[in-house]
């Protein structure tokens, strides 16, 4: 089974300190991982993704995730927060020997960065 | 233009109607999705598609049902409608070939059964 854990359902930060939004993964074989967000009236948007080799991946918008296999975690961070990062953070996994494709999606964290 | 397009962006509805919402995608991808999204949540699948002859059903399909017409097109219904069905729904597209394939959503639907 496949499945993913955003343990807090909110994360709150003030403006120029570090961020960090948690993720932990279950899958039956090598996950494909994936961060996106969602601002307030819209869709989801692709913000970065694992796929192989390097554990930190950078994406959009300075932000950046470090995997971890032996934890199973995939937790979004960036160095320096801003009131404009204020949205909802979704994880989500897919498991890398699946043909189906699908994703599978936590259950959303709301970041709120304080002035 | 917008890669991924759902209309209506709002809908309210009375229970027992039908509802269809539209999804159109110029991506060119293959693979459509339908989730809906309710607080505390997250995203759930109602259907996929993987081309015009493939349509599966995901985790919560019960009372909903999907057409994909073309390519580009994919359509949810509600044959009738109940308030346990209000919520914003998503469409979402991905490429099909080799890689890790992240989905593209569309704007979402509101959609509001009373």
């Known amino acids: 089974a496949q499945s993913v854990a955003q343990p807090e359902d909110q994360v709150n930060v003030a403006e120029g300190n570090p961020l960090t939004v948690k993720c932990t993964y279950s899958v039956s074989g090598n996950p494909y991982l994936f961060w996106y967000v969602q601002y307030p009236n819209r869709g989801l948007q692709f913000l970065l993704k694992?796929?192989?080799?390097?554990?930190l991946v950078k994406g959009s918008y300075g932000f950046e995730a470090e995997f971890n296999k032996s934890q199973t975690s995939f937790h979004l961070k960036k160095p320096s927060a801003l009131v404009s990062d204020s949205a909802l953070y979704f994880c989500a996994v897919r498991d890398r020997g699946s043909t189906l494709g699908r994703l599978y999606f936590g259950r959303g964290t709301q970041l709120t960065v304080w002035p | 233009d917008a890669d991924v397009t759902q209309t209506p962006r709002n809908r309210i509805t009375k229970t027992g109607k039908r509802i269809m919402l539209e999804c159109s995608q110029t991506k060119g991808h293959d693979r459509m999705y339908w989730y809906r999204q309710d607080p505390g949540l997250g995203l759930r699948l109602i259907y996929y598609?993987?081309?015009?002859?493939?349509?599966n059903k995901g985790e919560i399909s019960d009372g909903y049902s999907v057409s994909r017409q073309a390519q580009a097109k994919f359509s949810l219904s509600l044959e009738s409608a109940i308030p346990n069905q209000t919520a914003l729904y998503f469409c979402?597209?991905?490429?099909?070939?080799?890689?890790?394939?992240?989905?593209?959503f569309g704007p979402g639907t509101r959609l509001t059964v009373l």
């Open positions: 979402a597209t991905s490429d099909p070939g080799p890689g890790s394939n992240e989905q593209f």
């Open positions: 694992y796929i192989t080799g390097d554990n």
């Open positions: 598609s993987f081309d015009v002859k493939d349509i």
